[in-house]
């Protein structure tokens, strides 16, 4: 049976999934957490590292700050799409005030920036505050 890895975005450890069951709230096997939950999850730096290399489920991360208006015009819209998506894509935040090496990492000019990770890279970069039909429509793109 094949399976797809996938990253605990609260406690980081890796977990195989068969494929027909992402949709069935698949929970952590360390720490219980849903590993498909179906809104967006805060992630530190490290975490995301490891799950933009190791998942087989595109991730979409949202690099945001408090301070942002855009940023928090957008939250809302976020966490709509990380509802319609649930089971085919993870949707991320990522505090770049809390984790500025982040920032510096994944070379952020501007925020809010959408980061697509498919397959072990980088595959898609958006700025800007988006509704949620067009942050579903990124995510779900090649």
């Known amino acids: 049976m094949s399976g797809s890895k996938l990253t605990c975005l609260s406690c980081g450890q890796v977990n195989r999934v ?3 069951k992402l949709d069935a709230g698949p929970k952590c096997g360390t720490c219980g957490a849903a590993l498909m939950p179906g809104k967006a999850m805060e992630i530190d730096l490290a975490t995301l590292q490891k799950a933009a290399r190791s998942d087989d489920i595109p991730l979409v991360v949202d690099f945001w ?11 809302p819209e976020f966490s709509k799409a990380a509802g319609e ?6 949707l991320a935040k990522l505090n770049t005030e809390d984790q500025p090496a982040a920032g510096q990492a994944y070379g952020i000019r501007g925020i ?3 980061i697509r990770f498919k397959g072990g890279r980088e595959a898609a970069r958006q700025s800007g505050a988006m509704p949620a039909a067009k942050i579903v429509e990124f995510s779900t793109r090649g």
């Open 18 to 20: 068969p494929s027909d």
């Open 65 to 75: 700050a408090p301070w942002c208006g855009p940023c928090r015009m957008m939250a």
């Open 85 to 90: 998506l649930k089971g085919r894509v993870r």
């Open 112 to 114: 809010p920036t959408m």
